[in-house]
């Protein structure tokens, strides 16, 4: 596998080496050990989650508070998303920053996004299946939101024509600012 930081270097892009020919191709979707040494991490993985998504749907901007914050491993395995990730570590010189990627079931790209980042997604294909890899199991009670749209994130969303598609959760998100006091990591 191939592994490059991204603008914010904590976030990676993991490129799989993916073997194809007539009949179709082959490739290791995750392996612990390759992933931990490309990726100069240790995390390991609890719990994967699978969603499925219309056209204009937008996910995000999620994140779970300690102890129970989780690191994801993302890819697309059927349809294309922009992918987002935001670093919202108050102690970070990239505190507030996000990076993107085009994640496809045709490029076969992973995006790591360690704790610490909040992450969203926006359907671009028909649909989309979306699978994550979690290093933490899901908790209710210490599952934040913040806003797709926030000003001061500024995220250059790709312009389908239309308004995203958000559930309620997401609607009611606040802004980054808003929640600096006592919902983000040190």
Known sequence: MKVTPLAIPDVMLVEPHVFGDARGYFYESFNQRAFNEATGTDHKFVQDNHSRSAKGVLRGLHYQLPPHAQGKLVRCVSGKVFDVA?????????????????????????????????HGFYVLSASADFLYKTTAYY????????????????????????APSLSAKDAAATGLVSVAAAELFE
């Open 139 to 162: 908790a209710p009670t210490h599952d934040r939101c913040i806003a797709w749209n926030d000003p001061d994130i500024a995220i250059r969303w790709p312009d389908l024509g239309a």
């Open 86 to 118: 935001v670093d919202i570590r108050r102690s970070s010189p990239t505190f507030g920053r996000w990076v993107g990627a085009e994640l496809s079931a045709d490029n076969h790209h992973q995006l790591w996004v360690p704790p610490g980042f909040a």
